[in-house]
């Protein structure tokens, strides 16, 4: 067992020790493999044979004007530099444009728009591109609009806990800019780094914590964005409070582009914890998975931030991508699943004999096999890898089919039980599955080296109807986009879908605005 424990001593952290002395026998997998960074998926339009949409093909007229705009060195138009805004960070869609646009200003996106409208020219809206349902990529030659310009904070409002700043701003440096000030940001992604703020609202993005400080539906404020026709609508909101009238802001949040680009934002930002303790258990069992996640929560209440589970294969594709090495070492070959348990309070002391009970109940029930707890920051982050560059780490062994889906807590894990047993080819890699279960969001994964259709016939459309028959959502935090809009009646009600559309036409009546994500594409108006 633990052999420190905060009844006993004050430290701060706490050592791994072994809990259980067992031995298990677990599924065994490939050897971690590395393929070709530089390889190129197939052109999105071939590989699922879509039809272009009625939309004018870029001239060297519509180059000058942009030119004009913006100065050639915001024009992109060279097409290797190109190719970076085609392809999306999985490598599973690919598009064609040859021009990319990066404005400064919300008037530099409102003309953009306005003169695409009045000349038919599709545009594709882009922000970090680490989406991973091909929504901020081209499918054919859309004119990309990169929102990484627009970076500015405009204002910090400490005392009201409220940020506002332009869509383009990176997320993690939002986080660090909040810190000097006590504050974070209410989402924390695995894609931190280089998602963008604009992008992540657009999205309504989860992320790690969404369990202790909800989604951007809830912790938008207002926010900023340009319609199709160059129209800006201001919705810049700061107050935390504010029942008057329709609450048009969450048209653009979760839209993904498809009603307007959004340029601006003012989100409510909670104080920055003082305390933060790590768990990270090995367990036997998803059933314990679920059993301590229910102690969890009556244990630790109100300062639990994230519960993530993921399963060995998961955590393997992270260590053997990355060198990475899992804390838990008194099991030979490891665990079935793991726990990465956070607690964020303003009292170390409190919050460590909070964990300690759990943990104590815990081993009492034998719901846990082993652990280690930290609360020291760099010990906190290493864990953190474990679980962050799980999505990087199968993307080196080739070829993955990602779905982020929802499912009732009792089935979370059955979809991987289930397409282990209807996908048996030799040829896939590993079938994984790891997420958020403290807000029912699993991620599943299939790698395999190159792409297959027939391995993708069998994936699709059958785990989407799986989920449908659970009463789940085919998508969770990352969105529709391009390759889950024909699944979006297993997840919405026709009377939703018939609303969605209506929506559409009025806001984008001639359909520039990132075609075939979403929605099925609207004909444009005569």
């Avoid at 104590?360 to 920051?377: F, Q, R, Y």
């Amino acid at each position: 067992m633990f052999r420190n424990s905060t009844r006993t001593t004050r430290t701060r952290i706490f050592e791994t020790m072994s809990l259980r002395g067992l031995s298990r026998t677990f599924r065994t997998t490939s050897a971690f493999r590395s393929f070709s960074a530089n390889a190129k998926p197939a052109f999105t339009s071939d590989r699922y044979q879509i039809q272009r949409g009625p939309y004018a093909s870029i001239q060297n007229t519509h180059v000058s004007f942009f030119n004009d705009l913006l100065g050639r060195n915001r024009v992109i138009s060279d097409p290797e530099e190109c190719e970076g805004y085609n392809i999306d960070y999985s490598k599973i869609v690919r598009g064609k444009s040859s021009l990319v646009l990066k404005p400064k200003t919300t008037e530099e996106v409102s003309a953009i728009l306005k003169y695409c409208d009045e000349n038919r020219l599709a545009v594709c809206p882009q922000s970090g591109n680490t989406g991973l349902v091909g929504g901020s990529v081209p499918v054919f030659d859309e004119i990309v609009v990169s929102m990484k310009l627009m970076n500015k904070i405009i204002e910090t409002n400490e005392l009201a806990g409220v940020l506002t700043c332009e869509a383009g701003c990176v997320l993690e440096e939002l986080d660090n800019h909040l810190a000097n000030v006590g504050l974070m940001m209410p989402l924390d992604l695995g894609a931190k780094g280089s998602c963008l703020i604009g992008g992540c609202v657009s999205t309504n993005a989860g992320g790690l914590r969404l369990l202790r400080y909800g989604n951007l539906h809830g912790n938008v404020l207002g926010l900023e964005a340009v319609k199709a026709n160059g129209d800006v609508v201001d919705c810049l909101n700061t107050l935390k409070k504010n029942n008057t009238g329709y609450h048009l802001k969450h048209m653009f949040i979760g839209s993904e582009g498809t009603l307007g680009i959004v340029t601006k934002v003012a989100i409510q930002c909670p104080p920055l914890p003082k305390a933060v303790n790590v768990a990270f258990l090995g367990l036997n069992s998803f059933d314990k998975v679920l059993k301590a996640f229910q102690l969890a929560k009556r244990e630790l209440g109100e300062i639990l931030s994230s519960y993530e589970m993921m399963d060995k294969l998961s955590l393997d594709s992270s260590m053997g991508a990355f060198g990475l090495k899992s804390p838990l070492t008194s099991v030979p070959g490891g665990h079935d699943f793991y726990v990465l348990l956070e607690t964020s309070g303003s009292n170390a002391t409190h919050d460590e004999e909070k964990l300690a009970l759990f943990v104590e109940k815990a081993l009492a029930d034998d719901v846990i096999e082993d652990g280690t707890l930290t609360s020291d920051p760099a010990k906190v982050k290493n864990i953190w890898l474990l679980r962050e560059r799980i999505s990087e780490g199968v993307l080196r062994e080739g070829y993955v089919f990602k779905y982020d889906i929802s499912i009732p807590l009792p089935s979370f894990y059955k979809v991987i039980e289930v397409l282990r047993d209807r996908v048996r080819d030799p040829r896939i890699i590993r079938i994984s599955g790891y997420g958020h279960l403290g807000d029912g969001n699993i991620h599943v994964q299939i790698s395999i080296p190159n792409y297959e259709p027939d391995i993708a016939a069998q994936l699709q459309p059958f785990i989407f109807e799986y989920v449908s028959s659970l009463r789940g959502s085919v998508s969770a935090e990352h969105g529709i986009g391009f390759t889950k809009t024909k699944y979006l009646h297993m997840s919405r009600s026709s009377s939703e879908i018939e609303l969605m559309h209506d929506l559409k036409k009025l806001m984008d009546p001639n359909g520039i605005l990132n075609p075939y994500k979403v929605l099925h594409p609207v004909k444009a108006a005569s």
